[in-house]
């Protein structure tokens, strides 16, 4: 079992089995639910051809983590970036399990990676690449076995491309393979904003039991894609003034306030938030520090670490992100009463829109976005409340170690009842 004594290793892999083993040892439950987490129950790894523009064949790596699926078919998006590692992918599996059990959808938890640079990729290699990702994996990947959905420079035109690829191996239209789709062929509305709409949902929970105003509040958000960028919509029609947001090229600061219309436009016709007319510059490092309510980190694995956690000012952390608080970087967080809601939980939005989205498919009934909203809040709002009565009943502020006993709790539960385990031995019952 991990041992609880605090790291602060950069190899996400070891931050998810030591956060695992926390709640496996808070719940006092069996080793071998711990030895069945700490791993995938498959990893698999495959070489895609891709035919280049200029002729040459480049075989990229790609990745498939199936982490546990006691709960459902294996469920997680699919990462291209260029420092996409096995551990990376394993890691944002067992995330996935973890969220998946935590909203109470009947999912396990995968996740897939190419390691490419997209942005150096014509539309025809990105395309060539996405079916042949989807190609090599089809044996391990299906409805009911394995969804995949979009993760980090992944979009709706790469899920509708595994799509299309899918159906054309089964030889019949197979729209459920996948989530996050465009809507014509079967996404769900409300799917584009889900993520950001889920943790805007959970800060606002969070800034009640504190007594933090929304609506006089400020925030700070790192990264601007499609977590981030919406985030800074929905908080800014909440009434929250966000100050400062950045993306791979850097930061733009000012404390009147951004506009998310304004900077989303920057963006669109620049390609990037930096040099928004009015504000000033500033690096990611230092945007992670400054004084605001709520921080967003929204963009990648190990940006709050033991280094700048003493130097946070934000009251509120909630973790768009997969990964971006290491624990121990979260210890003294919070030792200084900041309040973190872990991406398990604040990012979850996403995956429970995707569920929304699968059971669409499945039914070929298609709902409003109102419906979608209202059953995403419900969910999300259900989520933050069980994750508060646990840490008051395990008797701690430390809302990741809450998070993971009750999706730890339920999986253990699945992985019992179906007699993988003798018994789960819990002591503690969310
Ligand atoms: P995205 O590709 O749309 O955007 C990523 C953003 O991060 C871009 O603006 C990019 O410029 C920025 N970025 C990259 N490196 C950075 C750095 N070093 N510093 C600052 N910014 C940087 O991706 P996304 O879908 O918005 O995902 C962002 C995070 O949210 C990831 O950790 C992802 O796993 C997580 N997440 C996303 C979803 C979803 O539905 N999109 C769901 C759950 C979790």
Same mark, same amino acid.
């Given at each position: 079992m991990a041992t609880t004594t605090s790291i602060d290793a950069p190899n996400p892999y070891h931050v998810a089995q030591h956060e695992i083993g926390r709640a496996c040892e808070a719940l006092r439950l069996d080793p071998a639910v711990y030895r069945l987490l700490s791993r995938p129950m498959r990893f698999v790894e495959v070489a895609i051809p891709v035919r280049m523009d200029d002729g040459r064949t480049e075989v990229f790596v790609g990745y498939r983590s199936q982490h546990n699926d006691a709960l459902g078919p294996t469920k997680g998006g699919i990462r291209f970036h260029p420092s996409v590692t096995p551990d990376e992918v394993k890691a944002l599996s067992m995330w996935m399990t973890l969220k998946c059990a935590l909203l109470e959808l009947p999912f396990g938890g995968g996740k897939g990676g190419v390691v490419?640079?997209?942005?150096? $990729?014509?539309p025809r290699e990105l395309e060539g690449l996405s079916r042949g990702y989807i190609q090599a994996l089809a044996q391990v990947? %299906?409805?009911?076995?394995d969804i995949p959905a979009p993760d980090v420079y992944t979009n709706q035109q790469v899920m509708a491309w595994i799509a299309d690829e899918f159906s054309q191996i089964r030889q019949q239209n197979a729209f459920a393979i996948v989530t996050g789709k465009p809507l014509v062929i079967g996404g769900s509305k409300g799917r584009n904003e889900a993520t950001a709409r889920g943790a805007v949902t959970v800060v606002r929970e969070a800034a009640r039991v504190i007594d933090l105003d929304i609506r006089h509040a400020t925030a700070v958000i790192q990264g601007y894609g499609n977590a981030g960028s919406v985030a800074h919509r929905l908080l800014y029609e909440l009434g929250v003034r966000v100050v400062a947001v950045s993306d791979s090229s850097g930061g733009i600061y000012n404390p009147e306030g951004l506009d998310p219309r304004a900077v989303a436009e920057h963006k669109r016709a620049t390609g990037s938030v930096t040099g928004f007319p009015g504000a000033q510059v500033i690096s990611n490092e230092d945007l992670l520090e400054l004084p605001c309510d709520i921080l967003l980190? =929204? =963009? $990648?694995? &190990?940006?709050? +670490?033991a280094g700048n956690a003493p130097r946070i000012r934000a009251r509120l952390i909630g973790? $768009?992100? &997969? %990964?971006? +608080? +290491?624990p121990e970087a979260h210890r003294i967080l919070v030792e200084r009463g900041v309040l973190v809601l872990p991406d398990i939980l604040a990012n979850a939005g996403g995956v429970t829109v995707s569920y929304f989205e699968w059971v669409q498919n499945l039914t070929h009934y298609y709902w409003s976005e109102e419906e979608i909203n209202q059953r995403l809040e419900q969910r999300m709002v259900g989520a933050f409340r069980r994750v508060w009565e646990a840490a008051r009943q395990l008797g701690t502020a430390d809302l990741r170690l809450a998070a993971y006993a009750v999706a730890v709790r339920r999986v253990a539960e699945a992985m019992e009842v179906r007699g993988w385990i003798h018994r789960t031995g819990a002591s503690f019952r969310a």
């Amino acid at each position: 079992m991990a041992t609880t004594t605090s790291i602060d290793a950069p190899n996400p892999y070891h931050v998810a089995q030591h956060e695992i083993g926390r709640a496996c040892e808070a719940l006092r439950l069996d080793p071998a639910v711990y030895r069945l987490l700490s791993r995938p129950m498959r990893f698999v790894e495959v070489a895609i051809p891709v035919r280049m523009d200029d002729g040459r064949t480049e075989v990229f790596v790609g990745y498939r983590s199936q982490h546990n699926d006691a709960l459902g078919p294996t469920k997680g998006g699919i990462r291209f970036h260029p420092s996409v590692t096995p551990d990376e992918v394993k890691a944002l599996s067992m995330w996935m399990t973890l969220k998946c059990a935590l909203l109470e959808l009947p999912f396990g938890g995968g996740k897939g990676g190419v390691v490419c640079d997209p942005k150096r $990729l014509s539309p025809r290699e990105l395309e060539g690449l996405s079916r042949g990702y989807i190609q090599a994996l089809a044996q391990v990947m %299906g409805e009911e076995k394995d969804i995949p959905a979009p993760d980090v420079y992944t979009n709706q035109q790469v899920m509708a491309w595994i799509a299309d690829e899918f159906s054309q191996i089964r030889q019949q239209n197979a729209f459920a393979i996948v989530t996050g789709k465009p809507l014509v062929i079967g996404g769900s509305k409300g799917r584009n904003e889900a993520t950001a709409r889920g943790a805007v949902t959970v800060v606002r929970e969070a800034a009640r039991v504190i007594d933090l105003d929304i609506r006089h509040a400020t925030a700070v958000i790192q990264g601007y894609g499609n977590a981030g960028s919406v985030a800074h919509r929905l908080l800014y029609e909440l009434g929250v003034r966000v100050v400062a947001v950045s993306d791979s090229s850097g930061g733009i600061y000012n404390p009147e306030g951004l506009d998310p219309r304004a900077v989303a436009e920057h963006k669109r016709a620049t390609g990037s938030v930096t040099g928004f007319p009015g504000a000033q510059v500033i690096s990611n490092e230092d945007l992670l520090e400054l004084p605001c309510d709520i921080l967003l980190p =929204a =963009a $990648l694995e &190990n940006q709050i +670490t033991a280094g700048n956690a003493p130097r946070i000012r934000a009251r509120l952390i909630g973790e $768009l992100a &997969n %990964g971006p +608080t +290491t624990p121990e970087a979260h210890r003294i967080l919070v030792e200084r009463g900041v309040l973190v809601l872990p991406d398990i939980l604040a990012n979850a939005g996403g995956v429970t829109v995707s569920y929304f989205e699968w059971v669409q498919n499945l039914t070929h009934y298609y709902w409003s976005e109102e419906e979608i909203n209202q059953r995403l809040e419900q969910r999300m709002v259900g989520a933050f409340r069980r994750v508060w009565e646990a840490a008051r009943q395990l008797g701690t502020a430390d809302l990741r170690l809450a998070a993971y006993a009750v999706a730890v709790r339920r999986v253990a539960e699945a992985m019992e009842v179906r007699g993988w385990i003798h018994r789960t031995g819990a002591s503690f019952r969310a």
